[in-house]
């Protein structure tokens, strides 16, 4: 297994500023992969430092999730050959953060990293630190998000009243209801049990929750 922030609960939605609830999680996986985003990644980093981060494998979990750790992990085994201090190292994935994808959730995952503490996060606002034990979870499949197939306003308010319902109580019901949402705006269907739809980076990724 691999520990890696998670975004657990929220749907990014164009000019709304919902908030998102970003875990902890320890991921089952059962391969290992060239990331998808490796190459934009490398030439960015090659950038902003002026040298080639070392190749770094992913494994077969959420994107954001594989994004963060992998990307971590090659900025810190660049830092020590070319003396990087950790706050540049952080502030390098920052800047390469925006240009790769330019969603605010990116922070939320960074500082859940940082912190080891579970948030709700929402742009230009302080997180707000939740109790959420680390979840044991693995990813079932990935699914390339259009835009939704019908928003009006209390879709947007529902979209941003789960994430905070789920960091209360990660319930079947809380879970359900945002399943809803993805059957209703993206078409998707969630077996039963204990699965949940989580919106990835331009993606929604299927998970388990095992614990």
Known sequence: MIEAPLILSGMWIDGVNNPFLVVQAKFRFSRIETPSWWDQFSELVK???GFTPPVVQGVDI???SQYAITSLEALRILGKRISLTEDEIWETLEMVDEAMFNYYALKAMRQVQRSGTPILYR???DPVQVRIPILTVRKLMSYPLEKPSYLDNSVVHLVGIIPVLLSERIDEVNMNLENGLWKSLYGLNTPPGKYKWVWDLGWA???ELLN
């Open 47 to 49: 950038e902003a430092t």
């Open 62 to 64: 959420p994107v954001a």
């Open 123 to 125: 742009e230009a606002e």
């Open 205 to 207: 990724s299927l998970i």
